[in-house]
């Protein structure tokens, strides 16, 4: 009320609203906007002209995807690791309060594309015509889901609307209507190469944390990493023998020398995936940095990523066996064969287990055990629900309780993009509950923003003086524990030169490596050779002991836990050798008509196929399954 009139503020609003639409332009049009797809299918016949760009992995890895790729016919290149430069392109090109891992990973790619347009002289149309972008998806409560989004919207801002970005996601296929052939073909040829060059990625960067931080001569160890890149690389790209090439390069790494007598920090990396893989301005160079800081790195490998995932298939399934009738979703069950499912991620689990052993035994990485993904779950489950999903969810919990309670590390360090949805909310909040429960730990969290070298290096540094004399404690404890010195270890090194090989590694007993080569040599110094055959003895006992003890009732756990699968287990196993080799008889027949050239090629040899189960029809693709897509 105003003098003796009333206001109607809501007409008011509406009229002024009008008006300023009116003289904006604005009509009453309000349909979402989409982004459609332009062309974006990538055939058969394109494959001799078009080039896959890859990257977003270590530099090992992006190197060797690349490398595979070219070896079964494809022409690939992986781009360099993410920069400053790139976070430039990123910010200047995509959405805003993106976190640090989407600035990186999409203004990559724009600044290769740039390069080749600005650098090289070719027109945007040729390389949308001649290039592709191979990178992964996924969905949950991550940016990580909407990255292809990030990716079309910044490649049309700078100029190259409809470059095709070939996404592997674990939902949606590879949609496209034309029934032409596709360019990128995923057969068991496809797979197989693209795990040759990730599990050597793996060992090898194993391999080189392990080595560098103990060489005696600066750049020995990088020197003959290369040289074992060169020689993968080159099997890689002509389809050869990965394990061979691993053996070959051998003797670059046996020619390191190494001085791991040392109380160096061992320092645990966590956190979120592409922060705490990546070796560039990403995270600050944090891996070099922690060298250049005295310490030693205990990396997370791709495969434990691998195993993570396969756990997470295998749990939902169990916890969804009963909702084949309940759950409509696309997670029910219903009308699956549930049997063949837990078979097939158990199989899967098996082999990437035994493949990685086999990796590892040719390079001379030892001791390097994989982790014990139930057990994971089972300690990181009083912190961290395990249904709760998004970043590495419970396993960073866990990581850090058997951090402490194993003594893997003196030091966990969990390094995150700033704005992380998953990871600031695991990292910052749940893990404060374990310090106080666990006085220990030395734990920093540490967040990258792309320009804020000089507080994280500040941070980290204050963190690696506590994990510093920590191991210093650690070293000093183990010298007087067994009564000797440092000088009577080393004399004793000399005596006993396998003790000082490149692929020696001591028995895990404490954190550090060099406490643990005390720990392994210290009760043979002073003595003779009668005592020293006790300590062998003894130490075969334990080992002994530990089969029973510890390996027995694990192997039988997880036998237990297979039980149930072993028939639909052996029917998968079946049916696949079936589809891929001759039956039985034919096999018998084809034999003896080499073996015999006279024998009747009809002739009726007794067989037991018939009398064989014919397997139950395999479902196609599961929700679970690894498919393609490709995004314009």
């Given at each position: 009320m105003a003098d003796g009139f009333e206001i109607d503020i809501e007409k008011e609003l509406a009229e002024f609203e009008a008006q300023e639409r009116v003289k904006l332009g604005l009509d009453d049009n309000r349909e979402q906007w989409t982004d459609a797809m332009v062309d974006p299918f990538f055939s058969a016949k394109e494959r001799p002209t078009t080039t896959i760009l890859n990257g977003g992995l270590t530099m090992a890895h992006d190197e060797f995807v690349a490398a595979a790729l070219k070896g079964i016919g494809y022409n690939t290149r992986s781009m360099e690791c993410a920069n400053v430069e790139s976070l430039r392109f990123g910010k200047e090109f995509g959405n805003k309060a993106q976190c640090n891992p989407t600035y990186f990973t999409v203004g990559n790619l724009v600044k290769e594309l740039c390069r080749l347009r600005d650098q090289e002289g070719l027109s945007s149309e040729e390389i949308i015509k001649n290039y592709v972008f191979l990178t992964a998806g996924a969905c949950g409560p991550c940016r990580f889901g909407m990255y292809v989004t990030e990716y079309r919207k910044a490649l049309r801002d700078a100029g190259f609307d409809g470059f095709r970005v070939v996404l592997f996601q674990q939902q949606a296929g590879f949609k496209q209507a034309t029934g032409e052939e596709v360019g990128l073909v995923l057969n068991p040829q496809f797979f197989m190469a693209l795990a040759r060059g990730l599990f050597a990625g793996d060992v090898i960067n194993v391999m080189s944390y392990r080595i560098r931080p103990y060489e005696v001569e600066g750049g020995a160890a990088d020197r003959a990493i290369a040289e074992v890149k060169r020689e993968v690389r080159e099997a890689l790209e002509n389809n050869e023998s990965v394990l061979r090439a691993l053996w070959r390069g051998r003797k670059y790494l046996e020619a390191v020398e190494v001085d791991r007598l040392r109380a160096k920090p061992k320092v645990a990396i966590i956190g979120e995936f592409w922060a705490m893989t990546t070796e560039g301005d990403g995270n600050y160079h944090l891996q070099r940095f922690i060298e250049q800081e005295g310490g030693e790195n205990d990396i997370q490998t791709l495969v434990n990523w691998l195993l993570y995932t396969l756990w997470e298939m295998r749990h939902d399934t169990e916890r969804r066996m009963t909702l084949r009738d309940e759950d409509e979703s696309y997670y029910g069950l219903k009308g699956s064969d549930v049997g063949y499912q837990m078979a097939g991620v158990w199989l899967g689990e098996l082999a990437l287990r035994a493949t990685f052993a086999a990796f590892c035994g040719v390079i001379g990485l030892k001791r390097h055990k994989l982790p014990d993904m139930d057990e994971i779950a089972k300690v990181g489950h009083s912190f961290y629900n395990n249904e709760l999903r998004g970043g590495e969810g419970h396993m960073e919990v866990a990581k850090l309780v058997l951090n402490v309670a194993k003594q893997k590390a003196h030091m966990t360090l969990s390094v995150k993009p700033f704005g992380c949805m998953p990871s600031s909310g695991v990292s910052d909040g749940i893990q404060s509950v374990i310090t106080e429960l666990h006085p220990d730990a030395i734990y920093c969290p540490v967040e990258t923003s792309g320009d804020g070298a000089v507080n994280f290096y500040s941070r980290?540094?204050?963190?690696?003086?506590?994990?510093?004399?920590?191991?210093?404690?650690?070293?000093?404890?183990?010298?007087?524990?067994?009564?000797?010195?440092?000088?009577?270890?080393?004399?004793?090194?000399?005596?006993?030169?396998?003790?000082?090989?490149?692929?020696?590694?001591?028995?895990?007993?404490?954190?550090?490596?060099?406490?643990?080569?005390?720990?392994?040599?210290?009760?043979?110094?002073?003595?003779?050779?009668?005592?020293?055959?006790?300590?062998?003895?003894?130490?075969?006992?334990?080992?002994?002991?530990?089969?029973?003890?510890?390996?027995?009732?694990?192997?039988?756990?997880?036998?237990?836990?297979?039980?149930?699968?072993?028939?639909?287990?052996?029917?998968?196993?079946?049916?696949?050798?079936?589809?891929?080799?001759?039956?039985?008889?034919?096999?018998?027949?084809?034999?003896?008509?080499?073996?015999?050239?006279?024998?009747?090629?009809?002739?009726?040899?007794?067989?037991?196929?018939?009398?064989?189960?014919?397997?139950?029809?395999?479902?196609?693709?599961?929700?679970?399954?690894?498919?393609?897509?490709?995004?314009?």
């Open positions: 980290v540094q204050m963190y690696m003086f506590k994990a510093r004399e920590r191991a210093r404690i650690e070293y000093a404890d183990a010298l007087a524990h067994y009564g000797v010195t440092e000088d009577e270890v080393r004399e004793f090194l000399k005596e006993h030169p396998k003790y000082t090989r490149t692929f020696f590694k001591a028995p895990h007993v404490v954190a550090g490596t060099g406490a643990d080569l005390i720990h392994e040599v210290g009760p043979f110094i002073g003595k003779n050779r009668v005592q020293r055959a006790r300590v062998h003895a003894a130490r075969a006992f334990a080992r002994g002991k530990g089969v029973f003890t510890k390996d027995l009732p694990a192997a039988k756990e997880t036998y237990d836990k297979m039980a149930p699968y072993l028939p639909s287990l052996a029917r998968l196993i079946y049916g696949e050798a079936k589809e891929k080799m001759p039956a039985p008889k034919e096999a018998w027949q084809s034999l003896i008509r080499r073996a015999v050239p006279k024998a009747e090629e009809e002739a009726d040899i007794p067989s037991g196929h018939e009398y064989i189960a014919t397997p139950e029809p395999r479902k196609e693709h599961g929700t679970d399954t690894v498919q393609l897509e490709v995004v314009g």
